[in-house]
Nanobody
Framework: QVQLVESGGGLVQAGDSLRLSCAASGRTFSSYSLGWFRQAPGKEREFVAAITWNGHSTYYADSVKGRFTISRDNANNTMFLQMNSLKPEDTAVYYC????????????????WGQGTQVTVSS
């Protein structure tokens, strides 16, 4: 089992950057595929990005491709989401999630979740 804690959210203006972190506990962190999801008010939780256990493959939602970068540091049990050129429509609570098999886009297939961090982008 793995416990996840997100940090790095905040209030920024359109065009700014933020880097989110997801710190994990547990000695088997490197065996998990990881993902970032987000949920805006009144909307369903949606996929943002995912990364394989070794960091060799990454996946992005079309809405963030070219602006966001997912990465991980297995030595320090941490995952990151670098968000550039932020837009007001990126405003949401961002969650990190983990699963033991290959990453995918399905929010319901991830059994482990953090508590979320708020990102607000003003226009």
């Amino acid at each position: 089992q793995v416990q996840l804690v997100e940090s790095g959210g905040g209030l920024v203006q359109a065009g700014d950057s933020l880097r989110l972190s997801c710190a994990a506990s547990g000695r088997t962190f490197s065996s998990y595929s990881l993902g970032w999801f987000r949920q805006a008010p009144g909307k369903e939780r949606e996929f943002v990005a995912a990364i394989t256990w070794n960091g060799h493959s990454t996946y992005y939602a079309d809405s963030v491709k070219g602006r966001f970068t997912i990465s991980r540091d297995n030595a320090n049990n941490t995952m990151f989401l670098q968000m550039n050129s932020l837009k007001p429509e990126d405003t949401a609570v961002y969650y990190c999630a983990a699963r033991t098999t290959y990453p995918n886009y399905d929010v319901y297939s991830y059994p482990y979740w953090g508590q979320g961090t708020q990102v607000t982008v003003s226009s």
